[in-house]
């Protein structure tokens, strides 16, 4: 990233981000830095964007490795569920769950049916040193009629299995652990742990230290306070219980256990609003607070699983690659960042650490391939080696940075950044995840349309802030991945039109309407790649006269007369508002201008004013209301999650759609439905894109031109294909309409099943319901994707102004125009000082 920008300019960004939250509420997680955390959990928090790589920089090279699951090849598979039970220096033992195929229909007893004929719980036995299977043995053919494998674990040269009985006669559970020999299968010794319903509670993790192991469960006490259950096997072999549990504190998590030395050892604590600290004598099993202040110096909210090396060295993974813990030091060392090897990281970034040194590490787990389009889900058992390798085979390259929420990139982006890394001669792509800081947010009050809206804009308005100071300070990110909801950083200040790198593309080949609707002020900031559609799926009949849409007119009657007065855009008038405005904002700033005294602001704020709901409707009265339900759907880049869509009757669903899927599942789901519509507007313009994956450039970057050959990668055929096939909306025209007639043929045939509408009463199927599908309907899709009228990346600061300046006006306290003169004012303060 360059440094040269005057010093004076963030110190203008910083009076803009203080107005730009001023707006927001005083509750929750309060103001503070994204870019800096005093915490460590190995994430790194400067940037690395023009360093050169040296030949002493660390490289890891890689094997990977899949394991054969030992099935019946004979018999179609419905789905495997493969899990590490645990590694010695001798052997690996891998846990794989799943079923055959099952008989379908009425002729089938289903009273006397016996699953666990179909069932597979098979452990597999590896040589360390080979990986060679050496050994399986096959747990269902011992398991009751009404039993099934929970878990299974290898320590101390031993598998433990649990097998859950379920009773008929008493309805009760009971669980017994099972000692295997892992060569010669023989049964060393059986537990019955009785019907305890503590002791049937699944093992979630097992942590070694020193000679103790701890596995751990979760459980719920009569007042659904959550707390932990830890089972202690000392070195004789004898076990104790021990629980750990705090009045009025949820526990949701213990991600790993420190050993402190003297059989004494640290547990964190993961609870509803922080992390606590809790000090546990393994000898006698009593468990006291420890001091906060020796361990919260860790991040334990971005640790994903440990491991402890024999001289007692604590390895974890992040969502960027692995750390150890230096406890004397208080701090975190990065050991390895999944951009230093040649194995994609949306593989790697999964799995668990069986192994690890400084120069080396094992990981494994379960590699999911996901297949929208067939019905079995079968996934691989695979193992990656990694050893430091001598010199940097990258050195001399510079570093351009990559932004990504939670360092998470999915197959084609990662084999894109592969492609380039070992195709450019001077650069070289690492990603990073240093501002991913929205777990400093209380999300347990959220509880309707609008609390999450509000929530959402207060953590997009810091993010923008925070990556817009770094951007103008040379200190962020050169590409910045899925930031399409920050629409603060849209402007030649932070990042560059991309259009140039794209070219003219033929709009018989690509959606080109798509990108011209993602522009702002005619410049291209988000490259929307992968897209989904935001609007309301309905019969087109019910269309305004703009065949796309609603005018603010039309949907009036739309609401009244189809809908019967039930709105199925949940939100209150605030946040109503914002979303009106924000479909339409072009209208309303433009070059850096804002203008809210026209005509087109004032019918939207009298329709809102006249027609929504002061509040929003909470989502557990949502979902006891007869005629309106809200579905959780989630998200890419800084929105994590959103309630953002719900039906009145059957006759229509406000929805975002992500792929052929879900238009396919909207139309059985509302019989005689057929298209998409834009939300109200003056002009009754049709639905939105909303990125599913976006990308964009800083216009500080260490070189534009080799970030915008990376852009031109995401276009590839391959790139869009795949995309497609994972059932998504793409550029490219062949590639969706390739994806939408395999589609037709699987929901026409064996995914039919899944094609089915559900009383939303009773939530059971409904009868007769399936659809033959046919290419009429991805000709339809095609004309709903033509028809999408811009794009969806809200500035959060302009609707927190918003939200809070027009609030006065829907109450009736003020009039429309003195709100509006107000809130332009506020709102072109804040673009002003971003220059």
């Known amino acids: 990233m360059k440094r040269s920008i005057l010093k004076i300019t963030a110190t203008l960004l910083i009076a803009s981000m203080a107005m730009s939250v001023a707006a927001c509420s005083s509750n929750g997680g309060g103001s503070h830095s994204l870019s800096n955390n005093n915490k460590t959990g190995g994430s790194r928090s400067e940037s690395r964007s023009g360093d050169k790589i040296s030949s002493d920089d660390p490289w890891f090279d890689s094997n990977l490795l899949k394991v054969d699951i030992p099935v019946d090849g004979s018999r179609p598979l419905e789905y495997t569920y493969p899990r590490l039970a645990g590694v010695d220096d001798k052997y690996i033992v891998v846990l794989t769950s799943g079923y055959y195929k099952m008989p379908t229909g009425n002729d089938v007893d289903w009273n006397n049916f016996n699953y666990n004929d179909y069932a597979i719980n098979v452990l597999s036995v590896l040589d360390r040193n080979s990986k060679d299977i050496v050994n399986s043995i096959d747990l269902t053919k011992d398991l009751p009629k009404n039993g099934y494998i929970d878990s299974a674990s290898y320590t101390d040269g031993k598998i433990t299995t649990r097998c859950t009985t379920y009773d008929d006669a008493t309805y009760s559970m009971s669980t017994t652990e099972t000692d295997i020999d892992p060569i010669s299968g023989n049964v060393l010794d059986k537990r019955d742990l009785g019907n305890d319903e503590e002791d049937n509670s699944s093992i979630e993790r097992t942590f070694k230290v020193g000679e103790y192991k701890i596995d751990t469960s979760i459980n719920w006490d009569n007042n659904d306070n959550a707390y932990y259950v830890l089972y202690i096997t000392d070195p004789n072999g004898d076990r104790d219980k021990v629980k750990l549990k705090e009045t009025g504190v949820n526990i949701y998590d213990i991600p790993l256990i420190l050993s402190v030395g003297n059989d004494k050892a640290i547990i964190p604590a993961r609870t509803e609003n922080d992390t606590k600290y809790y000090e546990l004598d393994l000898k006698n099993g009593s468990v006291d607070p420890a001091n906060e202040k020796e361990y919260n110096w860790l991040d334990f909210d971005s640790i994903y699983n440990s491991f402890t090396a024999p001289d007692g060295t604590i390895y974890f993974t992040t969502s960027i690659g692995i750390s150890k813990i230096d406890l004397k030091n208080k701090r975190t060392e990065e050991i390895f960042n999944y951009s230093w090897c040649g194995v994609n990281r949306s593989i790697i970034n999964s799995l668990e650490l069986v192994e690890c040194t400084d120069d080396g590490f094992v990981l494994a787990g379960e590699n999911y391939a996901y297949n929208p389009y067939q019905n079995s889900s079968v996934s691989d058992f695979i193992i990656v080696e990694f050893n430091k390798a001598s010199k940097n085979p990258n050195a001399g390259k510079k570093i351009l940075e990559m932004y990504s929420a939670y360092g998470s990139v999915n197959k084609e982006i990662g084999d894109a950044i592969i492609q380039f890394n070992e195709n450019s001669k001077d650069y070289f792509i690492e990603v990073t995840d240093r501002y991913s800081n929205d777990s400093n947010y209380d999300y347990s009050n959220i509880n309707s349309e609008d609390d999450w809206e509000n929530l959402s804009n207060k953590i997009n308005a810091e993010m923008s802030n925070a990556l817009a100071m770094d951007i103008m300070n040379g200190e962020g990110p050169d590409i910045l991945l899925n930031t399409s909801d920050l629409g603060q950083l849209n402007n030649t200040n932070y990042l560059v039109d991309l259009s140039p790198y794209i070219g003219n593309l033929d709009s018989g080949k690509y959606f080109t309407n798509v990108l011209e609707e993602a522009k702002v002020d005619g410049n291209l900031y988000q490259f929307p790649f992968c897209f989904t559609i935001e609007g309301i799926h309905t019969d087109a009949k019910y269309a305004g006269a703009s065949g796309v849409g609603f005018t603010t007119k039309e949907y009036e009657k739309f609401l009244n007369e189809t809908l019967n007065g039930t709105d199925v ?267």
């Open 569 to 835: 855009i949940p939100a209150g008038q605030a946040i109503y508002f914002t979303k009106l405005f924000n479909n339409m904002s072009e209208k309303f700033i433009v070059d850096g201008k804002a203008d809210f005294s026209s005509a087109e602001f004032e019918q939207l704020a009298e329709y809102v004013k006249d027609n929504v709901q002061l509040n929003s409707k909470s989502w557990d009265e949502m979902y006891n209301y007869d005629d309106v339900v809200t579905d959780v759907s989630y998200g890419v880049g800084t929105t994590v999650f959103k309630g953002d869509y719900s039906y009145s009757e059957d006759k229509a669903v406000f929805c975002t759609t992500y792929g052929i899927s879900n238009y396919f599942s909207n139309m059985v789901q509302y019989q005689g439905t057929n298209t998409i519509l834009g939300i109200p507007s003056t002009d009754g313009r049709g639905p939105r894109i909303a990125p599913y994956f976006s990308i964009a450039v800083s216009a500080q970057a260490e070189n534009v031109d080799a970030c915008g050959e990376f852009v031109k990668l995401l276009l590839s055929d391959d790139v869009q294909k795949s995309l497609a096939l994972s059932d998504n909306f793409v550029l490219s025209r062949e590639a969706f309409r390739e994806a939408g007639k395999v589609a037709v043929e699987y929901y026409n045939g064996e995914g039919g099943d899944y094609m089915v509408a559900y009383d939303p009463k009773t939530g059971m199927p409904v009868d007769n319901s399936r659809l033959t599908f046919s290419e009429k309907n991805i000709d339809d899709m095609e004309k709903i994707i033509d028809s999408c009228s811009g794009m969806n990346s809200s500035d959060a600061s302009i609707n927190l102004i918003l939200i809070e300046e027009m609030q006065p006006y829907f109450l009736g306290q003020k009039d429309l125009k003195n709100v509006a003169t107000v809130a332009q004012d506020r709102v072109q303060k804040v673009l002003d000082e971003r220059g």
